[in-house]
């Protein structure tokens, strides 16, 4: 066996990296990541190329992005023949990415504001000793319309 001087088994790449064993296990069996080298006992060891690999894939996750679609995007770079072409794969890749990220950026900030214009009328509510079954009081000229309601208010109010 080679020298393992800076390999990591399993446990500790799972510590560094904050994923559990059985996510390493998962990337591995799923090709987006591999071992440097087994130790004489046949354990796994990593080396730092799998740590930034597994923190990436985290990133991407968190932008919404599939594994299968991180691992299109790793693949890249196997599959063509000039870095000119993998610029030109990646960039397609990402400009798709970036507008599904804009249009989710978009439907956020709409369900926030209907967060936010909602906890504005409850606030308003908090002291009304109707019960939950009778009718608004009609205070609020909001709830002279259903349309005018937020819909979390409209729905759970």
């Known amino acids: 066996m080679g ?13 560094k990296t904050g994923v559990s064993l059985r996510t390493i296990r998962y990337y591995e069996e799923l090709g987006l990541i591999n ?15 799998a740590l930034s690999r597994i923190n990436l894939i985290q990133s991407l996750q968190e932008l919404e992005m599939s594994l299968k679609e991180i691992k299109v995007l790793m693949a890249l770079k196997r599959k063509s023949k000039t870095r000119g072409e993998v610029a030109k794969k990646l ?8 507008a599904e990220a804009e249009r989710r950026r978009a439907v956020y900030q709409t369900i926030l504001r209907d967060f936010h214009e909602g906890m504005r009328i409850l ?3 908090q002291e ?4 939950p079954d009778q009718p608004h009081c009609g205070k ?6 259903e349309d005018l309601l937020p819909t ?3 729905s759970l109010f």
Do not use: W
């Open 91 to 98: 960039l397609v890749r990402l400009q798709k990415q970036s």
């Open 140 to 145: 609020h000229k909001e709830f002279l319309s």
């Open 35 to 49: 071992p440097a080298m087994r130790s004489p006992g046949g354990f796994r060891l990593y080396d730092g190329t």
């Open 123 to 125: 606030s308003q509510c």
């Open 152 to 154: 979390v208010v409209r």
């Open 3 to 15: 020298n393992t001087q800076g390999l990591m088994k399993i446990g500790e790449v799972a510590r």
């Open 128 to 131: 009304c000793t109707r019960k």
